[in-house]
């Protein structure tokens, strides 16, 4: 493979005197983490009020279930900020839990039905009631098991500085925004073809509680009587038990990256057609929206991706109409699982690796997707979350094999310019250094966090819940036996006070209702 013009923009932008522009940019993250009761299993409670409303706290919300919090940092502009923000968060959500625990795994806790998992609820706005619906047909359309999957996103976008040097250098003569846009869906090709990385590196799912499975027959071993898992696995998550599109693949949808825009006509067009399988469940039955509409995705959303474009909402806005008016504003990585062996479920040689990365694919080559290449990175996924640490285990590179380990080598020996030019900008060491950590795990499994949770179940001779449960007890008790300072308390509760009074103002000021509010906002 080549890297020539990778090279050719390092040296650009070294040679510019402006690299430092590189430190500008700015970085966000997302935990998701179930709440369980004490004795191991999933919440019934409601998100509690003490954490404010889960529709307008900016902070703190819910994903799926009632009971699957979902932690938000705003952007920060270090690594260093946005995990001492995330601390301080979850510290707070730690202290508003009583006896119940934040799970550290990204797969679930014993689950005894479908019906045992909560949808979460967001009270009785229109907006409310529409991100209530949409769990529901996510429900009945792909079941509620897959939804408690809980995960890390890593958000991060360049500075309005480095993008003017890079256009610059690129002598590219297209309105900022537009070039803006396509630079990010460049990255966005390369961060799918080489995302494999990612899940083989930083996987943290290889293993299962049987009752994740609900009594259906699976292609996994057992571990005991209790657990299931895959020997060379690294994520079951991102995995054939995992939430996948596979109903919009049969439907002949898939998301387009060759542009913005024909990103956004995809996805458009997934939200406009009619299925038969959808149809069948019904919208509004007996009076109780079962879902927002029939077609092959409710919204967006729906559409299950390792990466996203993203842009700010602006009240109702539909995501691809922000993204046709206002571009790109960041990338969204979702394909990261909870580290359990760190609290904050990430530790900071993962963002700086991450960080890394991203930029290499910016600047690496990017030819436009076609759909061979398509099947390849889909199945170069499914093999790496199976078994991407069997020993031999080769991917599909331009209708060609390769090893795993000498492909991984490859990129991230591409990737040592891209950490010193990092560490330069930032006066760091710590870009390189992570990237030597990363190169440990591919010149030995055993050091990636799969082997290691394998590794510890065996040890304590424990299946999965166990071993979960066992660190979701230390990390509980690591947080609450630490002080959390006066000012971050208070400002998290003042957050929470007034998500709890918009909330109260929205549903008093709703003036149509719930069948016009979709509607409109679907006539956007």
Known sequence: MSYQKLEQRLAAIRDSGQATTLSESLIGLEKEGLRVAPDGAISQTSHPTALGSALTNPYITT???????????????????????????????????????????????????????????????????????????????????????????????????????????????????????????????????????????????????????????SMLSEFNEYTAYEPYATSLRMGDIGYTNNRESMAGIKANYNSLDQYIDSLRCAIETPFDEYEAIGVEVDGEYRQLNANILQIENEYYSTVRPKQTLINYEMPVNALKQRGVQYIEIRSLDVNVFDPLGMNDDQLYFLETFVLFCLLQESPLLVESEIDEIDMNLLQVAHSGRQQGVELSRQDSMIGLREWATELIQAMQAVAEMLDGANHSRRYTASLKVQMESVNDQEKTPSARILQAMRDNNEGFFDFAQRMSVKHHEDFNNSKLSESVRQRFEKAAKQSIEVQARMEAEDNIDFGEFLQRYFAQ
Request: charge should be negative; glycine fraction near 6%; charged fraction near 20%.
């Open 63 to 217: 994903d799926f279930s009632e009971a699957l919090i979902e932690m938000i940092t705003p952007p920060c502009e270090s690594v260093e900020q946005a995990q001492a923000f995330l601390h301080d968060l979850q510290h707070f959500v730690y202290s508003r839990l009583g006896e119940e625990i934040l799970w550290a795994t990204s797969m679930p806790c014993v689950v005894h039905s479908s019906d045992s998992i909560p949808i979460a609820h967001y009270g009785s706005s229109n907006a409310g009631l529409m991100k209530t619906v949409y769990r529901r047909g996510l429900g009945y359309r792909y079941g509620r098991m897959m939804q408690v999957i809980a995960g890390m996103h890593f958000n991060y976008s360049f500075s309005d500085n480095f993008w003017s040097l890079y256009q610059q250098l690129e002598q590219d003569e297209r309105d900022r925004q537009s070039f803006i846009a396509e630079s990010y869906m460049d990255m966005i090709r390369n961060l799918m073809r080489y995302g494999w990385l990612i899940p083989y590196l930083f996987g943290a799912s290889p293993a299962v509680c049987k009752s994740f499975l609900n009594g259906k027959p």
